[in-house]
């Protein structure tokens, strides 16, 4: 039996999701064509384009389900369990089986679990977190958390309590470094070297710079503050960004 | 509408050419420095100990295999007082001996695991005692040049978010690397980014679409802007005289439908996709645009090579730049202020339009429509690939690789998910209505035009062009064959099977006096697996990740 299967026993079929075969094939078929038909890639029905073709390879379904999420490494087949909703996921899994003459599973929506859904306003904080239109001017410059970000600081281990807070965290880790006759605010990654790193703070975003040892002196303390890295946010916006964070982080 | 000129006054006044004149601003010598050899991408070497009369005599003296071959070797090398630095596909550097290729080091970036889709990386720049290298997770990365040690690295993207990875090789202007960025077929919004090259701090960043407030914002509809592509995933061009940096922007995003994004209001349309800009090399503020391709349908991205000429126009020295996209068609500019001198088409299949003003209005645009396919040459894939032409001052001709390459294209109104595919159609590969597609190399007059000579090829070239003041053009094709052509007439006066196809772009050097012919081979690539549809046999064109390095016997003189 395949794995999928006995997942079944522990879920309950999801009403959003197109229920009988002829809705699955075509949701199937419109992902298809939007994700994989595209002239870089597959073609039309399975066709070969730039990549090879998928239509009466013999391909089951085990195959196709794990290629479709976890892509081919070293080659241009990316993961779409990164990037496509679940429903878009299994439905075009289906639709590939169907162009190799497996019969989907009658209602394969059923047996994936749901993944975790954010409430709204944890929802908006985490575009806020990471919004593009703000530059380097966002949180994911430097923070890492629920797969997106750049992680220069550590993995957020608790949630300030409100706005306030936020704005005013201390930040004993920031350092001052010299070095080449210019000092700055630092966040250390090693100090020891031989070779020392640390992470650049005077400017957004951070670099991440190496120096031989002796090259470069720390001090204790900066003139480093959170607060400024947020000016761009209203005490609304964090608010709504705490919302994201206690929702996903976990102490 | 196949006519070889649309200005014909101006063809005909700028006939009476005479020499060109500053001839050696964009030749190399004895290094190779420079992505594009100089930073002027002319892809021509001063060199003449290898010419037309002693090419046959070329052999291979060394070779070195980087063992990262699975997309193939894109890369342009670098050389410089005999060191020659190489980047692969997934952004390992390598510096080696330019005369034995004996590796002197090795920089193995980390790259992510599960790291899939369209790696790829083109090159790398080389000064001030460092190599710096783009990486796939949008990584700039300086590389200490003697040692190899990691000096810095910033993420100038979120890749986890934008959809988008550095393809290309960086430009180092002065004090400053600046990098381009691949993406344009995501929801994502290009830009430009400068460091200072001594401590990898942020100097400037110039989106290519310009936000709310900003000069441009109005020639996109609603927020259209926040997704509209302009990706800058080929590597600019530099003026020292001029202080400017000019760059090519890619495609509007969704590529084939625009009816969510052109707002039909202000000059151009979706500013300053499919343009060539010409930024402050200081600042990264805008000094003049010209928009090749208003309102893109074709994803005829205009984000490729800028070369840097001085030559007569209309009896003027003008200082000229000469920029190629994927529709086929050249453009002149002045690159003092983007004047618009001329166009001329460089492929023989161009259905897209039936013709362009005198002062390059587009004319007759044939688009992609959402109920049935539409028959548009060229296809995406381009009249030209990122593959970069070479330009000699001794003939006065630009040497280029053209692909006659159609599509079948569907527009399809489409949502953007920020970082996620954005195309907005699909479209098949094919070739022109008369017959097969084919591909060509042709020797221009860069300013007129005119077609000095051609070689037609039955599969698709995207090797670079170079050539070199031995009168040669050397490319190599997919087949795996790597050749030299008589760069005034166009006869193959050498050929060589190197075992796997040709991807990159070669280049030529000198050490004590001996002249060297370097190129990259191995196929791959997300273009090179598209030719399977129209070419099945395209599945058998070898991988590899090969640098081979050529050079006269050393009794030859």
């Given at each position: 039996?395949?794995?999928?299967?006995?997942?079944?026993?522990?879920?309950?079929?999801?009403?959003?999701?197109?229920?009988?075969?002829?809705?699955?094939?075509?949701?199937?078929?419109?992902?298809?064509?939007?994700?994989?038909?595209?002239?870089?890639?597959?073609?039309?029905?399975?066709?070969?384009?730039?990549?090879?073709?998928?239509?009466?390879?013999?391909?089951?379904?085990?195959?196709?389900?794990?290629?479709?999420?976890?892509?081919?490494?070293?080659?241009?087949?990316?993961?779409?369990?990164?990037?496509?909703?679940?429903?878009?996921?299994?439905?075009?899994?289906?639709?590939?089986?169907?162009?190799?003459?497996?019969?989907?599973?009658?209602?394969?929506?059923?047996?994936?679990?749901?993944?975790?859904?954010?409430?709204?306003?944890?929802?908006?904080?985490?575009?806020?977190?990471?919004?593009?239109?703000?530059?380097?001017?966002?949180?994911?410059?430097?923070?890492?958390?629920?797969?997106?970000?750049?992680?220069?600081?550590?993995?957020?281990?608790?949630?300030?309590?409100?706005?306030?807070?936020?704005?005013?965290?201390?930040?004993?880790?920031?350092?001052?470094?010299?070095?080449?006759?210019?000092?700055?605010?630092?966040?250390?990654?090693?100090?020891?070297?031989?070779?020392?790193?640390?992470?650049?703070?005077?400017?957004?975003?951070?670099?991440?710079?190496?120096?031989?040892?002796?090259?470069?002196?720390?001090?204790?303390?900066?003139?480093?503050?959170?607060?400024?890295?947020?000016a761009g946010y209203t005490d609304q916006d964090l608010d709504a960004i705490l919302a994201f964070l206690r929702a996903v982080v976990k102490p | 509408m196949k006519k070889r000129f649309l200005l014909p006054l101006f063809a005909l006044l700028s006939a009476i050419l005479t020499a060109p004149a500053r001839a050696q601003d964009g030749a190399t010598t004895a290094n190779w420095p420079s992505y594009g050899g100089t930073d002027f991408a002319w892809r021509y070497s001063a060199l003449d100990q290898i010419n037309t009369s002693n090419v046959k005599k070329l052999v291979p003296v060394w070779q070195f295999q980087t063992g990262d071959y699975t997309q193939g070797l894109q890369s342009t090398p670098i050389v410089i007082d005999g060191v020659l630095y190489l980047s692969t596909t997934h952004s390992q550097v390598f510096a080696l001996d330019a005369v034995t290729g004996k590796m002197l080091w090795q920089y193995k970036y980390p790259m992510p695991r599960g790291a899939g889709g369209n790696i790829q990386n083109r090159g790398l720049a080389v000064g001030g005692g460092k190599v710096y290298v783009g990486t796939y997770d949008d990584y700039v990365v300086a590389i200490d040049q003697k040692t190899g040690a990691e000096a810095w690295k910033v993420a100038i993207a979120d890749s986890s978010q934008c959809g988008c990875s550095i393809t290309s090789a960086p430009l180092l202007v002065k004090d400053k690397v600046v990098v381009g960025i691949a993406g344009g077929d995501s929801a994502f919004r290009g830009f430009i980014t400068a460091m200072d090259a001594k401590t990898g701090r942020l100097a400037w960043r110039f989106y290519t679409i310009p936000a709310p407030g900003e000069k441009g914002n109005e020639t996109w509809k609603g927020d259209s802007w926040k997704y509209g592509g302009g990706a800058t995933w080929m590597t600019g061009s530099f003026d020292p005289a001029l202080n400017?940096?000019?760059?090519?922007?890619?495609?509007?995003?969704?590529?084939?439908?625009?009816?969510?994004?052109?707002?039909?209001?202000?000059?151009?349309?979706?500013?300053?996709?499919?343009?060539?800009?010409?930024?402050?090399?200081?600042?990264?503020?805008?000094?003049?645009y010209y928009q090749e391709i208003p309102k893109?349908?074709?994803?005829?991205?205009?984000?490729?090579?800028?070369?840097?000429?001085?030559?007569?126009?209309?009896?003027?020295?003008?200082?000229?730049?000469?920029?190629?996209?994927?529709?086929?068609?050249?453009?002149?500019?002045?690159?003092?202020?983007?004047?618009?001198?001329?166009?001329?088409?460089?492929?023989?299949?161009?259905?897209?339009?039936?013709?362009?003003?005198?002062?390059?209005?587009?004319?007759?645009?044939?688009?992609?429509?959402?109920?049935?396919?539409?028959?548009?040459?060229?296809?995406?894939?381009?009249?030209?690939?990122?593959?970069?032409?070479?330009?000699?001052?001794?003939?006065?001709?630009?040497?280029?690789?053209?692909l006659e390459i159609c599509s079948d294209s569907v527009a399809r109104e489409q949502t953007p998910v920020e970082g996620r595919g954005f195309l907005g159609g699909t479209w098949s590969h094919r070739g022109p209505a008369n017959g097969p597609a084919y591909s060509h190399?042709?020797?221009?007059?860069?300013?007129?035009?005119?077609?000095?000579?051609?070689?037609?090829?039955?599969?698709?070239?995207?090797?670079?062009?170079?050539?070199?003041?031995?009168?040669?053009?050397?490319?190599?094709?997919?087949?795996?064959?790597?050749?030299?052509?008589?760069?005034?007439?166009?006869?193959?006066?050498?050929?060589?099977?190197?075992?796997?196809?040709?991807?990159?772009?070669?280049?030529?050097?000198?050490?004590?006096?001996?002249?060297?012919?370097?190129?990259?081979?191995?196929?791959g690539s997300i273009a090179g697996r598209a030719l399977t549809s129209i070419w099945p046999e395209a599945e058998n064109f070898r991988l590899g990740s090969t640098l081979m390095v050529f050079a006269l016997p050393e009794d030859t003189k």
């Open positions: 039996m395949r794995a999928r299967i006995l997942l079944l026993l522990s879920l309950a079929p999801v009403a959003a999701f197109p229920q009988n075969a002829p809705a699955l094939m075509s949701r199937g078929l419109d992902v298809y064509n939007k994700s994989c038909a595209t002239g870089y890639c597959h073609g039309v029905k399975g066709t070969p384009g730039g990549a090879p073709r998928l239509a009466a390879r013999g391909f089951d379904d085990a195959y196709i389900s794990q290629t479709v999420r976890n892509g081919i490494p070293g080659t241009g087949m990316p993961a779409f369990g990164a990037t496509l909703d679940r429903a878009d996921l299994l439905a075009v899994i289906a639709y590939v089986d169907s162009l190799n003459g497996v019969t989907p599973p009658p209602n394969p929506f059923a047996m994936q679990p749901e993944p975790r859904k954010l409430p709204p306003d944890a929802q908006h904080g985490r575009q806020l977190f990471a919004e593009q239109v703000r530059g380097f001017q966002r949180c994911s410059t430097c923070h890492r958390v629920d797969g997106i970000g750049i992680a220069v600081a550590l993995p957020f281990s608790s949630v300030p309590e409100n706005v306030a807070a936020l704005r005013a965290l201390a930040t004993p880790q920031v350092e001052t470094a010299t070095a080449q006759g210019d000092s700055f605010p630092v966040l250390p990654l090693n100090k020891v070297g031989p070779q020392v790193k640390l992470y650049d703070l005077k400017t957004l975003p951070p670099v991440e710079r190496s120096f031989a040892k002796g090259e470069v002196t720390f001090k204790e303390g900066s003139n480093w503050r959170h607060e400024a890295m947020l | 400017l940096v000019y760059w090519g922007t890619g495609n509007a995003a969704s590529d084939m439908y625009a009816g969510d994004r052109y707002s039909g209001e202000g000059e151009g349309a979706n500013l300053y996709t499919g343009s060539v800009v010409a930024l402050d090399a200081d600042t990264g503020k805008l000094k003049w893109d349908v074709w994803d005829y991205d205009s984000a490729y090579e800028c070369l840097l000429i001085d030559r007569q126009v209309r009896g003027v020295l003008r200082k000229l730049l000469v920029h190629i996209n994927k529709s086929g068609y050249a453009w002149v500019l002045d690159r003092t202020n983007g004047e618009f001198l001329g166009a001329y088409p460089i492929v023989d299949n161009h259905t897209w339009l039936t013709g362009m003003t005198e002062d390059g209005k587009i004319l007759g645009r044939i688009e992609p429509v959402e109920d049935k396919p539409t028959l548009i040459c060229p296809g995406p894939d381009g009249g030209k690939s990122w593959n970069q032409v070479a330009y000699s001052p001794r003939t006065g001709l630009m040497y280029t690789p053209t190399i042709d020797a221009y007059d860069p300013v007129t035009g005119k077609r000095v000579w051609s070689m037609r090829y039955k599969y698709a070239l995207l090797a670079s062009m170079l050539t070199t003041a031995g009168d040669l053009v050397f490319t190599g094709d997919p087949e795996g064959n790597f050749f030299a052509l008589d760069a005034r007439t166009g006869q193959k006066l050498w050929s060589f099977q190197t075992g796997a196809g040709h991807r990159g772009s070669a280049i030529s050097y000198s050490v004590n006096g001996r002249q060297f012919i370097a190129t990259p081979t191995g196929w």
